[in-house]
């Protein structure tokens, strides 16, 4: 039991300054009533927490002077509440709100086994958060704020900070090939603002649908639905988005993950790229170019963004969610250039412009080259990562084939049919977790024996034991037998 019913808790470092016209009600009735009626509302803000512990209130002078009620009556109302152990006062010093008696504690839920922290979960999409470059980004965050004038702490240019913009353009064009100049680009709260204005626009032109790759990821659908546009999911096969199913829909709009298709990995052939482009050029519609993990590449030469072919046909969009941190809600928009200041207006209407602060603190971050060495950085690590899955696969179940391995920070694992009964209680027991493929399917599929595997977020060893377990829990079976 707390015994701080009577001793004062230490005053707060910083005043908090509540509103206390607004907790306590204004003067009304007459004296004897008014204290009765301010005392209920003293004691209620306390037990609410409304007043936190530690609280300290105004003088009896002040607190009287805003409630227009004399002095004597709020001293009794302080007197009276002290006896009663909602505030506590040090001859002299003042008055604060007590600590009250803890309530007892709620009981903790106890854990199932399969949600401990021990499960290695292959989630894809999710960078190692632990490579966040956290002194750098504060150097920069400090650094940036330090040079910013006091007028750049008004609403912003909802189209970005044109130092970012420029930095961006710059990065755009050398990593992706992208078509840019600093005024024909967004700055944005990541790919998944960037789809919502693109849908919104849309919709405003008259289209009521818009093409999604099946598989592919399941949060554009509500994205889009949220614009209020229908989604139709066209399929994916080895070369990419397929165009004839495409055309097929009617549809004039379709979102594409060229670089490494999400979540298959598959990467779009020339062919398919010209193919796709065709039909953007046909229909007069409009792709969009979902570049979420284009920066990561292991094994095969760069493939350069799809909108570098025709700026006017595609609507470029990324963000450092897999580079730096979903958190930070930083990404960008590159339209054709008739759709920008339809956009730019969209985007102003929508939150008027992303904070100041991240965007000068990013464009420092970029300019300094400390963007590039954070880029190398993850791309070794995820490398790594990927040939400890692979080969831990290979040693461990060597009838498991993988696909989709030359990008990015997921890979497609295909078990022998065999196995899929056996699956879902052999990964339980190895303490697993692995997401079908047939979750990012519309609608959703069963795929009982292929896996989309994220391990950008584990280290190694994590991996390297995952496997060895789930390998442990499974029969042995002979490489023969994979499905072709
Ligand atoms: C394929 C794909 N595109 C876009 C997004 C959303 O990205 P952002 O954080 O930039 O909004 C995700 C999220 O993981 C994704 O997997």
């Known amino acids: 039991m707390q015994t701080s019913w009577t001793t004062p808790p230490p005053p707060r470092d910083t005043d908090p300054s509540p509103a206390w016209e607004l907790l306590l009600p204004a003067a009304s009735g007459p004296p004897r009533g008014r204290r009765r009626e301010l005392g209920a509302a003293l004691r209620a803000a306390i037990r609410t927490g409304r007043l936190a512990a530690g609280t300290r209130l105004p003088s009896t002078r002040d607190l009287a002077r805003d409630l227009r009620v004399s002095r004597g009556l709020v001293s009794e109302l302080y007197a009276q509440l002290t006896a009663e152990g909602y505030l506590t006062s040090r001859q002299g010093s003042g008055t604060w709100v007590a600590r009250l008696p803890a309530a007892p504690e709620a009981p903790v839920p106890r854990a199932h086994p399969q949600t401990s922290s021990a499960v290695t979960d292959f989630r894809p999409g999710l960078p190692d958060l632990s490579l966040f470059p956290r002194s750098a980004w504060s150097a920069a965050q400090r650094g940036a704020l330090a040079r910013l004038p006091d007028a750049a702490l008004d609403y912003p240019d909802p189209q970005g900070l044109p130092e970012l913009r420029a930095a961006l353009a710059e990065l755009l064009s050398r990593r992706r090939g992208v078509v840019v100049e600093p005024d024909g680009l967004i700055v944005c709260s990541g790919v998944a603002q960037a789809l919502t204005l693109l849908g919104r626009f849309l919709k405003h032109h008259g289209q009521d649908a818009i093409a999604l790759e099946d ?3 399941p949060s554009e659908f509500p994205l889009f639905t949220a614009a209020g546009l229908r989604s139709v999911p066209v399929p994916v096969d080895t070369e990419g988005l397929d165009p004839v199913a495409l055309a097929a829909t009617g ?234």
């Open 215 to 217: 598989p592919g990821s």
């Open 251 to 484: 549809v004039r709009a379709a979102v594409v993950t060229p670089a490494h298709q999400f979540p298959t990995g598959i990467v779009h052939s020339p062919e398919r790229r010209a193919a796709l482009l065709e039909w953007a050029r046909r229909t007069h519609g409009l792709l969009i170019e979902d570049d979420y993990d284009g920066d990561f590449r292991y094994d095969r030469a760069p493939v350069g963004s799809l909108q570098g072919l025709a700026p006017e046909l595609v609507a470029y969009t990324g963000s450092v969610s897999k580079s730096l941190a979903p958190g930070l809600r930083l990404g960008w928009l590159v339209p054709p250039s008739g759709m920008l200041a339809e956009l730019v207006e969209a985007k102003r209407y929508s939150d008027l412009g992303n904070t100041v602060a991240e965007q000068a603190a990013f464009a420092a971050f970029l300019r300094s080259g400390r963007y590039d060495r954070q880029l190398r950085l993850c791309q070794r690590h995820y490398r790594t990562r990927r040939d400890a899955l692979i080969s831990a696969l290979a040693t461990h179940l060597p009838a498991v084939r993988t696909s989709g391995i030359a990008a990015g920070l997921h890979l497609i694992a295909e078990f022998p049919t065999e196995l899929g009964p056996l699956l879902p209680a052999a990964s339980a027991r190895a303490g697993v977790r692995l997401r079908p493929l047939g979750d990012y399917t519309a609608p959703a599929r069963p795929t009982p024996t292929v896996f989309v595997l994220g391990y950008a977020h584990l280290g190694v060893p994590e991996i390297t034991r995952a496997v060895a377990a789930l390998a442990a829990a499974l029969p042995d079976i002979p490489v023969s037998s994979v499905a072709v």
